[in-house]
C-alpha cells in the first residue's frame, strides 16, 4: 500500500543517519562513512500489518473519515488494534441507504423504498454510537452529514441531528429524502420537514459557533430559518440549499461568502414578493430556484461570480448596480423597460464572463451594447434562447425617409458598442428551427463595429444551435 511505502522510506531515512562524521585534526579531515542498517534495507513481508503502526490520528483524521460511519465501524473486526478506533473519527456520516437492498433503492414504489423494522432498528443503533447522549462536553466534530428519509427524520433524524450539533461541527450535511414524484402538493407539503422548527433548541448559537459550510436538502424552511442564520450563525460561510422548500423573502448574514439555492427548490406558497438578499461579504452567488425573482440589499464589493439570477421586473438597474464588482454574470429574463435609455447604466470594471439566458435584448441589441460599453475588460459574451425585438431598423428607416432628425436614444442605439478591447468570443445559442433572424442579424452588426478581424462557425447538436464569432 502508497502508505506502507511512505512509512518504510521514512523509517529508512531515520536508520541511516548522517552517512558522513568528520572531525578536524592537525588543519585536515578525517571522515567516516557509515552505511545503513541492514533490516532498514529489508523487503517487508507478505503478511506484515505497516498500516496498523501508524498513530491514531492518521488513522482516524486521514483513513477512517473518508469512510461513512458504518464502513468505519466495520474496521473494529479487523483486529485488535482497530477495535477502538472508529469512536474517535472526527466525521459521522450516517446515510440510510446503506441499510436497504439495491433493488430497494432503485425501486419507484413508495413502499419498497421504506425502510424495514430491523433496518430501523440498525439505522437508530448506529447513530447511538457516534452520537451517544452524554452528560460531559463531547469532543466537537470536523464534519457531520446524516441522510433519512422524511419517516425517519421525526423518529430518528430530528433527535440525532440535535445531538450533532451539540458537537459543534464545522460542516453540517442534512439530506431528507421525500420521494414526491407523482404527489399531490398538499401530500408533498407533509413530506418537508421543517427547519430548524422543533428540530434545534430556541437558542443554537452555541451550537454554530464553529459552523462555516451548511448544506440543506428535501426540508422545508421559512422565516424562522432566515432568522438563525441572520443570528445564530455568526460564522457561516457557505450555505447550499437542494430540493428545499422555502417561504422566507430575505436572507441576511454579515458573514456569508458563499450562497446557491439550487434549481430543484421551490416557494411553498407563489405571490409577488421577491428574495432579497442582504449579504455584504458575498463572493459567490448561484439562485437557480423558481420565482421570485431577486434583488440585493446594499453593495457586495466581494463579489466573484453571480448566477442565474432572475430579475425583479422595474428593479434591473438597482440589481446590477448591486452586482457591479462580479467577475462573472448571469442573468435570466432580464427586461428591457429600465434599461432602454442607458442613463445610470453601471459600470462592470471587473466582468470576464456574461451569460444572458432567455433575455430580451432589446431593440437593435441595445441592452447587450450597454454591457459592452460598460464592461471595459469583458472577454467571454453568451445569449442563450434570448430574443431580440424587430422594430429597430423600421423605426429607423421610417425617420431616414422622412427627413427627421435622430433622437439621442437613436444615436446611442447606434453608436460604436465594442469599447471593451478584451472581447475575445460572443456566442449565440438557440434551439434549432427558432426564428432568430433578427437577432443574428443584430448581434453580426454589433460584431462588425470591432475593429479586429473575426471569424465565425455554426454547431448543431440534440436539435440545438450554436453560432460562435471569435476575434483574433
Not at 426564428?435 to 462588425?448: F, G, K, T
Request: charged share 25%; hydrophobic share 35%.
Amino acid at each position: 500500500m502508497y502508505v506502507s511505502d511512505t512509512a518504510t522510506a521514512c523509517q529508512r531515512k531515520q536508520q541511516r543517519g548522517h552517512p558522513y562524521k568528520y572531525r578536524a585534526e592537525s588543519g585536515s579531515m578525517q571522515g567516516t562513512f557509515s552505511l545503513p542498517s541492514t533490516h532498514a534495507m529489508e523487503t517487508p513481508a507478505a503478511g506484515d500489518d505497516r498500516l496498523s503502526e501508524l498513530p491514531d490520528c492518521v488513522l482516524t483524521d486521514n483513513v477512517l473519515s473518508r469512510l461513512t460511519s458504518l464502513q468505519a465501524a466495520r474496521t473494529s473486526v479487523l483486529s485488535r488494534r482497530w477495535r477502538h478506533l472508529w469512536r474517535a473519527v472526527p466525521c459521522v456520516d450516517i446515510d440510510q441507504r446503506e441499510f436497504r437492498s439495491s433493488e430497494a433503492i432503485a425501486s419507484d414504489d413508495d413502499e419498497k423504498r421504506r425502510l424495514s423494522a430491523e433496518e430501523s432498528e440498525a439505522l437508530e443503533d448506529l447513530c447511538e454510537r457516534f452520537l451517544p447522549l452524554l452528560d460531559a462536553p463531547p469532543p466537537p466534530l470536523d464534519t457531520l452529514h446524516l441522510r433519512v428519509s422524511f419517516r425517519d427524520f421525526r423518529s430518528t433524524g430530528r433527535r440525532f441531528t440535535r445531538r450533532g450539533l451539540a458537537r459543534r461541527p464545522v460542516e453540517f450535511h442534512l439530506r431528507c429524502d421525500n420521494y414526491n414524484d407523482g404527489v399531490s402538493y398538499a401530500d408533498i407539503k407533509d413530506r418537508f420537514p421543517y427547519f430548524p422548527g422543533l428540530t434545534l433548541p430556541r437558542h443554537l448559537g452555541a451550537f454554530a459557533c464553529r459552523l462555516k459550510t451548511m448544506c440543506l436538502a428535501g426540508l422545508s424552511l421559512e422565516d424562522d430559518f432566515a432568522g438563525c442564520l441572520a443570528k445564530d450563525f455568526t460564522v457561516l460561510e457557505d450555505l447550499r440549499l437542494e430540493g428545499c422548500m422555502y417561504g422566507f423573502c430575505r436572507l441576511t448574514s454579515q458573514s456569508l461568502r458563499t450562497l446557491v439555492i439550487d434549481i430543484s427548490c421551490f416557494r411553498g406558497y407563489i405571490d409577488n414578493d421577491v428574495l432579497a438578499i442582504a449579504a455584504p461579504r458575498i463572493a459567490s452567488l448561484r439562485i437557480d430556484a423558481r420565482p421570485p425573482p431577486v434583488t440585493v440589499v446594499g453593495e457586495m464589493p466581494d463579489l466573484v461570480a453571480a448566477e442565474s439570477l432572475t430579475t425583479p421586473s422595474g428593479g434591473e438597474l438597482s440589481l446590477l448596480s448591486s452586482l457591479r464588482h462580479a467577475r462573472r454574470l448571469g442573468l435570466s429574463k432580464l427586461s428591457t423597460t429600465a434599461l432602454l435609455g442607458g442613463v445610470d447604466f453601471p459600470v462592470f470594471g471587473n466582468l470576464r464572463t456574461l451569460l444572458l439566458y432567455r433575455c430580451d435584448v432589446g431593440v437593435g441589441c441595445q441592452v447587450l451594447r450597454c454591457f459592452l460599453r460598460n464592461a471595459p475588460s469583458l472577454e467571454a459574451l453568451t445569449l442563450r434562447y434570448c430574443s431580440c425585438s424587430v422594430c429597430y431598423s423600421r423605426s429607423r428607416k421610417r425617420k431616414a425617409r422622412s427627413g427627421e432628425k435622430a433622437s439621442d436614444h437613436d444615436d446611442w442605439c447606434i453608436r460604436t458598442a465594442c469599447e471593451c478591447m478584451s472581447l475575445k468570443t460572443i456566442e449565440l445559442e438557440f434551439y434549432e428551427g427558432c426564428a432568430i433572424d433578427e437577432l443574428a442579424q443584430a448581434l453580426v452588426r454589433v460584431a462588425e463595429e470591432e475593429p479586429r478581424p473575426m471569424e465565425s462557425s455554426v454547431k448543431n447538436w440534440d436539435g440545438k444551435c450554436s453560432l460562435k464569432i471569435s476575434f483574433t
